[in-house]
């Protein structure tokens, strides 16, 4: 069995669009999207206020997920990074799990197979 990676994207809603285009074209086999509130190191502020405690502001924000077996986690990444990198506060992250199993319901069929397009 293929290794199987879980890549979350949490960024902003206004590079939907850009970033789904972008898998897409590099083969990624699915995802799912969520409409999410967080904050990162700035507590949902723009800047970064010294000496003083500022309440926690959460920042409305898109989460991407996909599972990836067949199309490398790298090309995922730096794929991301291209198409949302503006260098300014709240870009968003990604975080990068292994998955241990998965199944498609419909044939049952579990493990990388599940994901990858071979029997679809
Ligand atoms: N440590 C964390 N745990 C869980 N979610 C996080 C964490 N850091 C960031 N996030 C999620 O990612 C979103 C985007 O974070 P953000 O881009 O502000 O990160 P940052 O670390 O503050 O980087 P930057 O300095 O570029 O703003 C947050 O709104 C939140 O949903
Ligand atoms: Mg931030």
């Known amino acids: 069995m293929r290794k199987i990676t879980k890549i979350e994207i949490i960024t902003r809603a206004s590079k939907l669009e850009e970033l789904k285009e972008a898998l897409n074209k590099i083969g990624v086999q699915g995802m799912t999207v969520s409409q999410v509130y967080g904050c990162g190191l700035q507590k949902g502020h723009t800047e970064v206020y010294r000496g003083k ?15 990836v077996c067949a199309v490398p986690v790298e090309l995922v990444l730096e794929t991301a990074r291209k198409a949302l990198q503006t260098g300014h506060i709240g870009d968003g992250k990604i975080f990068v799990y292994d998955v241990e199993n998965a199944m498609r319901i419909r044939t049952g069929t579990m493990g990388d197979k599940a994901i990858t397009d071979d029997e679809a």
Not at 53 to 67: A, C, D, G, R
């Open 53 to 67: 405690q500022y309440s926690v502001n959460l920042v409305p924000k898109v989460k991407i997920e996909t599972i």
